[in-house]
C-alpha cells in the first residue's frame, strides 16, 4: 500500500525540486534575471545581505525602516546615475554617522550595477 501511494506521489513531488540553476533570495520568491556571475548579481547579494534591513532592496517592497529610501526610489532620483551613484556611495549620504554602515569598495560597483537595473523605463522610448 505504502509503495503504491510512493510511485502515485513521485511524479508530483519531481515537480517540486529547486535547482542549481534557480537563484531564490532570502528576500524576494521571485527568480532573479541576472547571471551568477554578473556585477548585478552581486550587487543584488550584497544588498540583501547589508542593505535589506533598513531598505527594500527588490522592485515591490517596502523599507522595513520608513526613514529608508526604498532602491528604486534612489535609482530613480531626478539626475541620478551610474557616475552620480557611485560617488553618493563611495562618498556617503547619510552613513557612516547616522547608520554606523560603510559599504566596502569593491562592492561600490556591484551594488551600482543593481540599482541601476531598478531605474523606471520610459513609457515612451522604452529605456
Known amino acids: 500500500m505504502r509503495l503504491a501511494a510512493l510511485l502515485l506521489l513521485a511524479p508530483a513531488l519531481a515537480g517540486c525540486q529547486i535547482t542549481p540553476e534557480q537563484p531564490l533570495g532570502p528576500h ?14 552581486e550587487g543584488l547579494k550584497f544588498a540583501r545581505n547589508r542593505c535589506a534591513d533598513c531598505h527594500a532592496v527588490e522592485r515591490d517592497q517596502a523599507s522595513p525602516n520608513p526613514a529608508a529610501p ?3 526610489a534612489i535609482a530613480n532620483r531626478p539626475g541620478m546615475d551610474r557616475s552620480g551613484l557611485s560617488d553618493w ?16 569598495a569593491e562592492h561600490i560597483d556591484e551594488l551600482v550595477a543593481y540599482v541601476v537595473t531598478l531605474k523606471a523605463q520610459d513609457p515612451a522610448t522604452g529605456n
Not at 28 to 39: A, I, K, M, V
Not at 90 to 102: I, K, L, S, T, V
Open 70 to 72: 526604498t532602491f528604486v
Open 89 to 104: 556611495l563611495a562618498n556617503g549620504h547619510d552613513y557612516p554617522d547616522q547608520m554606523y554602515f560603510e559599504i566596502p
Open 28 to 41: 524576494s520568491s521571485e527568480l532573479t534575471p541576472f547571471d551568477r556571475n554578473s556585477p548585478e548579481w
